[in-house]
C-alpha cells in the first residue's frame, strides 16, 4: 500500500476491494469483481478482457456469458428497457415479484411517471445515498435468493471477441474497437488450474470461507457534542475523549467516500475513510471522516494494546497518520507493496491469496486447537507428549551420556532456554531429553508465535464487531429506512384524504418492519459458520501443547488465515508501539503541566 491510500485497511494494509474468480464447479454468489457496493446489492464479476487469453495462456480458464453487468443496467436502464432478452433485466420490478408484503397499495398512487423519476435518480446518484434505488435493489437482490446458481456452458477466453463485437488490437494488446469492452463486460471469466488472472483471487487457491469478512469496514468516529453512551460501547469508548467505533459497511466505495454504516452510533450515520491525523481533521472540521480498518485486524489491535499499555487508546491511535511524507501505520509487508504496484489498484498475485483470508476467524484452524484439547481423566500436560523407547538399544550411549546424571529440574532449566530446533537437536543427541512436558512446547509457542493468543490470553473471543455480520446490518438498515419512508408516505395521504381514519391507522401501523424470514436464515447460518471457526480458548493444563505446535508447524502453508494472522500481528504491533509513545506523551504533559510549560516558555 502506498501510505496515503486511505481506502484499504489501515491496521493490515489490505485493500478492501478484493475481486474472486470462481471455478467452474463454484455457484455465481462465490465470485465477484465489484465489491465497491453491497453484495445483496449485486456485485459484478471479473469481467474479461483483451489481454485475457494471453494471460491465462494454458486453456485451463473459460468464460461465462452473464449479460449486462448490474452497474451498466442501473447506469442504462432507460435506454435498455425494451430490451426482452436482456437476462439481468428482471431486477425492475413488476408486480408480480413485489416481495413487499406490507406494501399494499404503493404501485396505485406513484404510477410510471415516479418510477421514471427515480431511474433518472439512480444514474446520477451513487448507490450508496438513494434511499428509493436501496429499496428497489434490495427488495429485488440476488441476496436474498436462497438457491446458489451454477453454470453448465463455459465458453473460451475469446468468446467475446468475434466480428460482430469488436476485434483485439495485435500491436498494442488492448481492445481495438471500442465495442467490444461493454461487450467483454459482459463474460465472467472463470479460473482453471493455470489461471493467472490478476483481477481476482481464484476460487481454487483460496476458499470462500477463508475469505468471509474481506469486504468488512469499521471505523473510529468524532464523537459529536451531544454524545450519550449507550449500552454496547466497549470500555475504552467509554474511555476515550473523542472517538468511538461507527457501525460496520459491507463495502468500501472507490473513493472511501459516503460509506454509510450499520447499525447508526453516535453520530455515525455514513463516514469517509481517511488516514490523516485527527489534527488535521480538527482543523478542517472534518468529524465525519474515519480511519477505517477490518474488524478482525482492530481485535489484533485490541489484543496487542492490552498486552503492551494495558489499555486500548483510540485518541492516540487517532494521532498516527499516513502522509506522503510520514506513515506512523508502519513500514508494509513487501506482499502488500508488491500488490500496490503491479496493477492498477490490487494485483491478486499467486501465492499472496493469504492476504485476503480472515485473520482471526481462521478456516480449519479450530480442529486443529480442538485436537489439541484433552478430556480425558489421567491426561497430564507436565507428562512427555512421546512414546516410551524400548530400553535395549544403545546401551553403551546411554551409559556415556553425562547429562542422564542431571537433575531433572536441570535438564528442564535448559531445555526451557532453547528454541524448538535446538529442542530437536537435543532430543536426538542425548536420551537424557528424549521425555520432556508438554507445556515445554507452550512456552515455544508463546515466545516462537505470540499471535496464536488462543494459547495465552484468558478469552479469545472476539470483539462484537467483529463477530458480527456486516451484510445483515446494512440489510436491516435499508429494510427499515425504506418502510419508514413508505410509512410516512402513506401517512400523508391518509392525513390528507381519511383524517378520521388516520389516527386509527396511526395507532395500529407497525413502527418497523416485519423480519425477513430468509434474512434471519441466512445471518444464523453467517452467524453459526463464524462462531465455529472462532478462536477457543485453550486451557493451559488440558492441552497437548506438542501436538499443538507440531500441527500448526505442518500446515503453515494450509493456514493462511494463519498466515495472515502473524504478518498482521507484526504490522500492527508496529502501530501499538507507534501509539504508546503518543499516548506516553500525553501522559506526561498531564501529570507535569509546569514541565510542559517551561519547554515551551
Ligand atoms: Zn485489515
Ligand atoms: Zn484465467
Same mark, same amino acid.
Not at 142 to 146: A, E, H, M, Q, R
Not at 171 to 177: E, T, Y
Not at 401 to 407: A, E, R, V, Y
Given at each position: 500500500m502506498t501510505s496515503i491510500d486511505k481506502t484499504g485497511c489501515q491496521l493490515c494494509g489490505v485493500t478492501f476491494n478484493i475481486n474472486r474468480i470462481r471455478t467452474?464447479?463454484?455457484?455465481?454468489?462465490?465470485?465477484?469483481?465489484?465489491?465497491?457496493?453491497?453484495k445483496h446489492n449485486s456485485r459484478e464479476w471479473v469481467a474479461l478482457s483483451g489481454g485475457d487469453a494471453q494471460e491465462c495462456p494454458d486453456g485451463s480458464c473459460a468464460s461465462v456469458y452473464r449479460g449486462r453487468p448490474p452497474g451498466e443496467l442501473k447506469f442504462c436502464l432507460r435506454l435498455y428497457?425494451?430490451? @426482452?432478452?436482456?437476462?439481468?433485466?428482471?431486477?425492475?420490478?413488476d408486480e408480480e415479484d413485489e416481495? +413487499?408484503?406490507?406494501?399494499?397499495?404503493?404501485e396505485d398512487d406513484d404510477g410510471d411517471e415516479v418510477t421514471e423519476e427515480e431511474n433518472e435518480m439512480g444514474s446520477s446518484q451513487s448507490q450508496e445515498s438513494d434511499t428509493e434505488e436501496e429499496y428497489k435493489w434490495f427488495f429485488n437482490a440476488?441476496?436474498?435468493?436462497?438457491q446458489p446458481e451454477y453454470d453448465t456452458e463455459f465458453l473460451p477466453?475469446?468468446? @467475446?471477441?468475434d466480428d460482430e463485437g469488436g476485434a483485439e488490437d495485435?500491436?498494442?494488446?488492448?481492445?481495438?474497437?471500442?465495442?467490444?469492452l461493454p461487450t467483454a463486460r459482459r463474460y465472467e471469466h472463470i479460473a482453471g488450474p493455470g489461471c493467472c488472472n490478476l483481477r481476482g483471487y481464484h476460487g481454487d487457491r483460496i476458499t470462500l470461507d477463508e475469505m468471509i469478512d474481506c469486504h468488512t469496514v469499521q471505523g473510529l468516529y468524532k464523537k459529536t457534542s451531544d454524545w450519550t453512551p449507550s449500552d454496547d460501547d466497549m470500555d475504552f469508548e467509554r474511555e476515550s475523549k473523542n472517538y468511538h467505533l461507527t457501525g460496520l459497511s459491507d463495502c468500501m466505495p472507490p473513493n472511501g467516500g459516503d460509506v454509510k454504516c450499520a447499525p447508526?452510533?453516535?453520530?455515525?450515520d455514513w463516514f469517509h475513510a481517511s488516514n490523516l491525523s485527527d489534527t488535521w481533521k480538527d482543523l478542517f472540521g472534518w468529524g465525519t471522516y474515519v480511519l477505517p480498518f477490518h474488524p478482525t485486524c482492530f481485535e489484533i489491535f485490541i489484543r496487542i494494546s492490552k498486552q503492551q499499555m494495558g489499555r486500548v487508546s483510540l485518541d492516540s491511535l487517532m494521532k498516527l497518520e499516513s502522509t506522503a511524507s510520514r506513515s506512523m501505520f508502519g513500514e508494509r509487508h513487501p506482499d502488500i507493496v508488491d500488490a500496490r504496484n503491479k496493477g492498477w489498484k490490487w494485483a491478486c498475485l499467486l501465492?499472496?491469496?493469504?492476504?485476503?483470508?480472515n485473520p482471526v476467524f481462521i478456516s480449519g484452524f479450530r480442529e486443529i486447537c480442538d485436537a489439541a484439547i484433552s478430556d480425558a481423566e489421567?491426561?497430564?500436560?507436565?507428562?512427555? @507428549?512421546f512414546p516410551e523407547r524400548p530400553?535395549?538399544?544403545?546401551v553403551s550411549v546411554v551409559q556415556d551420556?553425562?547429562? +542422564?546424571? +542431571?537433575?531433572t529440574e536441570l535438564k528442564h532449566t535448559i531445555a526451557w532456554h532453547l528454541g524448538s530446533k535446538d529442542i530437536a537437536s537435543l532430543r536426538m543427541a542425548s536420551r537424557a531429553f528424549y521425555h520432556l512436558p508438554m507445556t515445554l512446547w507452550h512456552t515455544l509457542m508463546v515466545r516462537?508465535?505470540?499471535?496464536?493468543y488462543e494459547a495465552w490470553c484468558d478469552d479469545p473471543t472476539p470483539y462484537p464487531w467483529a463477530m458480527a455480520d456486516a451484510s445483515y446490518l446494512k440489510q436491516m438498515r435499508e429494510r427499515e429506512e425504506a418502510y419508514t419512508a413508505e410509512r410516512t408516505r402513506r401517512a400523508d395521504v391518509l392525513k390528507a384524504n381519511e383524517p378520521d381514519f388516520y389516527p386509527i391507522w396511526e395507532e395500529n401501523e407497525p413502527k418497523s418492519p416485519p423480519l425477513s424470514p430468509e434474512l434471519e436464515a441466512q445471518t444464523r447460518l453467517f452467524r453459526e459458520k463464524k462462531r465455529a471457526m472462532a478462536p477457543v480458548r485453550l486451557p493451559r493444563d488440558r492441552t497437548n501443547w506438542y501436538q499443538l505446535y507440531t500441527d500448526i508447524k505442518a500446515n503453515e502453508d494450509k493456514l493462511k488465515g494463519l498466515r495472515n494472522r502473524k504478518r498482521i500481528w507484526g504490522a500492527v504491533g508496529e502501530i501499538v508501539q507507534n501509539v504508546k509513545k503518543c499516548w506516553e506523551a500525553e501522559l506526561v504533559e498531564i501529570n507535569t503541566p509546569f514541565a510542559i510549560m517551561e519547554v515551551d516558555g
Open positions: 467452474r464447479s463454484e455457484p455465481r454468489s462465490s465470485a465477484w469483481g465489484n465489491s465497491y457496493t453491497s428497457e425494451d430490451d @426482452p432478452d436482456d437476462a439481468s433485466y428482471v431486477y425492475e420490478s416481495p +413487499l408484503e406490507y406494501d399494499s397499495n404503493a440476488s441476496g436474498l435468493d436462497p477466453l475469446s468468446a @467475446p471477441y495485435e500491436d498494442i494488446g488492448v481492445d481495438h474497437h471500442i465495442m467490444a447508526i452510533r453516535g453520530g455515525a501465492d499472496t491469496e493469504y492476504l485476503a483470508a489421567d491426561f497430564d500436560s507436565q507428562s512427555s @507428549p530400553e535395549k538399544q544403545d551420556d553425562p547429562f +542422564l546424571k +542431571l537433575p516462537e508465535m505470540p499471535w496464536v
